[in-house]
């Protein structure tokens, strides 16, 4: 990918790393093996966010919900929907790791697919993500889906 800057008068054509340092997320299409991909609207492919994990739940679509209460700064990924046990919180899911070439037709097929390789954080855990941000126009809220990166950040 080429970035143009522009300084005074001259431009200059730079490469952009691929990926930037601070983009955790994988290329191709943001909705890659995600079961029934039209329940989400693609608000950004790629969105950075971080918090302190509040839930952390596996799904019977093998999927990993973990709920985090967001950091100063990222409450504008957040809608009034978007909250857990009625405080503001965004829900990141860590899908299993199906094929990207091929969306799993339903829940079922999803959970069959190989459990992720992702970091599994727990409640109370610091955590940054990368991935997707949609909104799940079955629930109404955002959140990130899938993940594509996760880090248990020092320090909660």
């Keep these: 990918m080429l970035t143009a800057c522009t300084s005074g008068a ?16 994988r290329s ?15 608000l950004d492919p790629c969105r950075h966010a971080a918090g302190i994990a509040v839930d952390v739940a596996y799904e019977d679509d093998g ?14 990924l957040l809608n009034s ?10 829900l ?3 899908t299993p ?4 070439a091929t969306n799993p037709p339903d829940a079922q097929s999803a959970a ?11 409640i109370g855990d610091h955590i940054a993500i990368d991935g997707p941000w949609v909104l799940d126009v079955d ?12 880090r248990i950040l020092l320090g909660a």
């Design 92 to 94: 990141a899911e860590i």
């Design 63 to 76: 999927d990993y919900h973990v709920w985090f209460r967001v950091d100063p700064g990222f409450e504008y």
């Design 139 to 150: 629930h109404g809220w955002r959140e990130i889906h899938p993940v594509d990166t996760i």
């Design 112 to 122: 069959r697919c190989p459990k992720s390789t992702l970091q599994i954080p727990v």
């Design 81 to 90: 929907e978007d909250h857990f046990q009625a405080q503001p919180a965004m």
């Design 10 to 25: 001259t431009s200059t054509t730079i490469p952009t790393p691929s990926p930037p340092a601070a983009n955790g997320c």
């Design 28 to 42: 191709g299409p943001p909705e890659a093996g995600v079961h029934n991909p039209d329940r989400l609207q693609v």
């Design 97 to 100: 790791d199906c094929p990207e």
